[in-house]
């Protein structure tokens, strides 16, 4: 019968979180297709641990009510398992689920992230190091360089020769931002785009992200450049705002930019 009362509290605690979760509306905006991938792996990975974290819950809350007002027994009871395979199973069980999910939605979200096959994300570079951490991922259309100083963000577009304080970008044009710092270690984290990469001096740090919608910093916080790497007093501060246009708005702000 026990088992019964701790399985009727397990499945009432899991209906009630799952239905809560089902109705968050709290996500930051998603502006990139990069975006739709990791929102998928929160929702998943917290799918999974809604059980997990039920079934503990459901037995804290069991041992507590049908313990209450005994007092204490007049003497420790000894510790004996009673099924010893449960432990085991446990372990086997959780321990399977850790390994799908590193597997799945990790290095698969990962490799889709990157638009790169998930065999070339796991092999090895010619020259031995493994590329898992270097790899930038499949060729851009635009390519942005990004300079990260305390406290400011600078924004090069080598190809149409032109330098910018704020960030913007084509709609639906996949972009390869090429980052670096000029003192210390700064990040590069767009919460739109839910993508962030390490700013490092003397080092260059690869992001790939194609934008699906237009919008602004006036429209949305999200939609700014925010450094996510404690440097300092002005760390807060260090962001630059975000504008996503139509390519034709684009090329015409490239235009006005270079005639400066
Ligand atoms: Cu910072």
Request: one cysteine or more; glycine letters at 6%.
């Amino acid at each position: 019968m026990r088992v019964g009362v701790l399985a009727a509290w397990w499945l009432v605690l899991t209906g009630l979180l799952v239905w809560a979760a089902s109705r968050f509306q709290g996500f930051p905006l998603a502006a990139a297709r990069e975006a739709a991938v990791a929102d998928h792996a929160f929702r998943f990975l917290m799918l999974m641990a809604s059980p997990v974290f039920t079934l503990v819950m459901a037995a804290l809350l069991y041992s507590v009510l049908s313990r209450r007002g005994q007092g204490d027994p007049p003497e420790p009871p000894p510790y004996v398992p009673e099924h010893p395979a449960v432990p085991r199973v446990w372990f086997a069980l959780t321990a399977a689920l850790a390994a799908y999910v590193i597997y799945n939605p990790g290095l698969v979200g990962l490799a889709e992230m990157r638009e790169v096959p998930l065999s070339q994300l796991l092999g090895s570079s010619p020259g031995g190091r493994v590329r898992l951490a270097s790899l930038g991922g499949a060729e851009g259309d635009l390519v942005v360089r990004v300079r990260a100083s305390r406290w400011l963000w600078q924004f090069e577009y080598p190809e149409q020769g032109i330098a910018a304080r704020e960030l913007v970008l084509p709609v639906g044009r996949r972009v390869r931002f090429e980052v670096t710092a000029t003192d210390i270690v700064h990040s590069f984290w767009v919460p739109a785009f839910r993508t962030k990469i390490d700013a490092v001096p003397n080092l260059t740090t690869y992001l790939h992200v194609t934008p699906t919608r237009t919008g602004s910093f006036e429209e949305s916080v999200d939609l700014r450049v925010q450094c996510a790497e404690l440097c300092g007093v002005g760390h807060a501060l260090m962001a630059s705002p975000v504008r996503v246009l139509e390519p034709e708005k684009f090329d015409a702000w490239v235009a006005q930019q270079a005639r400066r």
